[in-house]
């Protein structure tokens, strides 16, 4: 039998996670789960049923509705990675909006959806062979996981990304938004009660603000192989 690892990533948002996480996935034959998407998803859920606005938050009703969420990724082969889906929809042009980010900090506050989706990641990745992205990957999801990688990189980088994934998408918004949007979500999602995003003590630091993706892919690469070597 193939032996498998697990790779927990966790970082900022906009620092390349996910682009890492699949080309992970793809050469190790790898199942990946964003967990992005997944609270993203419940927030877009919150919003459509009117929970959650720009102004006022319904924590209760969203916690008390938290049953009529399912979440389910579906392999897109035409893209070669799965989509997220919310109550059996393909949401993923949804929950990438502006809008979605401006939002999803305060909900992914809440202990009641953390602990439904960390319970649904746990047992997602429990028998190995996963690269999962997030913000408490390596400290609450899989904390005895075999890699951990933590990505970093200037909040202007990021913006700079995040900005131009969505103009190329048609999306109408301005680098200003943008950038406030990174660093306020960066502010929420660390210094929140539960699971704050923070480095896990064993994970290995990427700074990828002048990094290409080739030279960061090819050194995870050694270490994944590495461990894999070690087992
Ligand atoms: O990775 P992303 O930018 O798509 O994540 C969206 C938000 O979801 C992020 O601002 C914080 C939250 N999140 C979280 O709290 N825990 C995770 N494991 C993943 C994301």
Do not use: W
């Amino acid at each position: 039998m193939t032996k498998k690892i697990t790779i927990a990533i966790d970082g900022f948002s906009s620092t390349g996670k996910s682009t890492i996480a699949k080309l992970l996935a793809n050469k190790y034959n790898y199942v990946y789960v964003d967990t992005g998407a997944m609270y993203r998803a419940v927030t877009l859920f919150a919003k459509l049923n009117g929970y959650v606005t720009k102004d006022t938050f319904n924590k209760e009703a969203l916690i008390n509705d938290l049953t009529s969420i399912s979440l389910s990724f579906h392999f897109n082969e035409k893209i070669g990675f799965s989509e997220m889906y919310l109550n059996n929809r393909n949401v993923e042009q949804q929950i990438r909006t502006l809008e979605v980010s401006q939002l999803v900090s305060k909900v992914a506050e809440i202990s009641e959806v953390r602990k439904k989706l960390v319970l649904e990641q746990q047992f997602m990745g429990k028998d190995g062979g996963v690269v999962m992205d997030g913000r408490d990957i390596g400290t609450v999801v899989f904390p005895n996981a075999d890699l951990k990688l933590f990505m970093t990189a200037s909040a202007d980088k990021r913006a700079t990304r995040r900005y131009k994934e969505l103009i190329d998408r048609g999306d109408k918004v301005t680098f200003e938004d943008v950038l406030f949007n990174v660093e306020e979500r960066d502010r929420i999602d660390s210094t929140r009660e539960d699971s704050p995003l923070t480095k896990a003590k064993d994970a290995i630091t990427f700074d990828n603000s002048d990094m290409g993706i080739k030279e960061q892919f090819d050194r995870i690469c050694s270490l994944v192989d590495q461990k894999l070597s070690m087992l």
